[in-house]
């Protein structure tokens, strides 16, 4: 049960709203957000005011309110597992934290008007799997293939297409588009190693991650090939499309990674957070690389 308010504690303490919609999380949806904006082309004199509003869009706002989402719909299992979160200690009592995701839904959705059709399309379909994600009865999360897929979609493809929608007014170029659905879907891997420091409360919940359904070892190996593929598919495209330099770059990129997944899966389970600091930060690096090249290759068109 939800832990009542007190006449002290009716209200949410700010600390704990900050809490609640995890900064930390925000940068990969803001990261992906900037290399939509690289990859329009578009000079960014005249244009800061659009860039900051989209960056909120993406991060503070879109991912702050994934964040709410996951951890209202998730009280009752944090209460045993981590109850020093906010809504399980507490600080935010009663029903605030459904009224913040709702109220977060909202501004999102009113931020993502003012930037155009378009992307208030987009911002509209990344909330909608944001809440599936965390709601009953979809509750994406519970299986590891649809949630991850859902998580990759919002932190990777959405933002990038709705940065490079922002600067543009209008639907991106066409390898804007393949260039971030291939970087999105790789990021399913990403997703996947993220699941393997909660494997045993996973199965205990009945939550199907990836390493639950699979094993730790063939999850971890399922993640290297999901990561790896798309990326090998974006350094042919960009030969292809005349960027050999920034293909040679991403080549190198991901031949690093290959070395480190090797290591990876020594111990899938113990090295999967180093893989994400060092490993899934050159992942990013060839997206803003790519962005790059994208950009140089529609200068010339």
């Avoid at 389970?269 to 992942?283: I, Q």
Wanted: proline fraction near 7%.
């Amino acid at each position: 049960m939800d832990r009542p308010a007190t006449s002290i504690d009716s209200r949410p303490a700010p600390l704990a709203v900050v809490e609640l919609l995890k900064p930390i999380t925000w940068f990969a949806p803001m990261w992906a957000f900037g290399c939509g904006v690289v990859s329009a082309g578009v000079p960014l004199s005249g244009q800061w005011g659009l860039v900051a509003a989209g960056i909120a869009l993406c991060g503070p706002l879109v991912c702050g309110t994934s964040q709410a989402v996951n951890d209202w719909f998730d009280r009752h299992v944090d209460a045993i597992n981590e109850p020093n979160r906010p809504i399980p200690s507490g600080r935010i009592p009663g029903r605030w934290g459904l009224y913040i995701a709702i109220v977060w839904t909202a501004l999102s959705l009113l931020v993502a008007a003012l930037l155009g059709p378009i992307v208030l399309v987009a911002a509209a379909f990344g909330l909608f799997l944001a809440w599936i994600y965390s709601a009953p009865p979809l509750r994406l999360k519970q299986n590891g293939w649809w949630g991850n897929t859902a998580v990759a979609a919002c932190y990777e493809g959405l933002p990038w297409f709705t940065g490079a929608t922002v600067m543009l007014g209008t639907l991106p170029d066409w390898r804007i588009l393949i260039s971030a659905a291939l970087y999105s879907f790789g990021a399913h891997g990403i997703m996947t190693l993220n699941d393997f420091k909660s494997v045993e409360g996973d199965t205990r919940l009945g939550l199907r991650s990836l390493p639950v359904q699979l094993g730790v070892t063939r999850a971890a190996r399922l993640a290297c090939v999901v990561m790896a593929a798309p990326q090998i598919i974006v350094i042919g495209l960009l030969i292809s499309w005349g960027a050999p330099a920034h293909a040679a770059v991403v080549g190198a990129l991901l031949l690093t990674q290959l070395w480190l997944m090797a290591k990876l899966l020594d111990d899938p389970k113990g090295k999967a957070p180093w893989y994400n600091a060092t490993g899934t930060s050159l992942y990013v690096l060839g997206m803003l690389v790519t962005a790059f090249a994208l950009r140089a290759i529609g200068g010339e068109v």
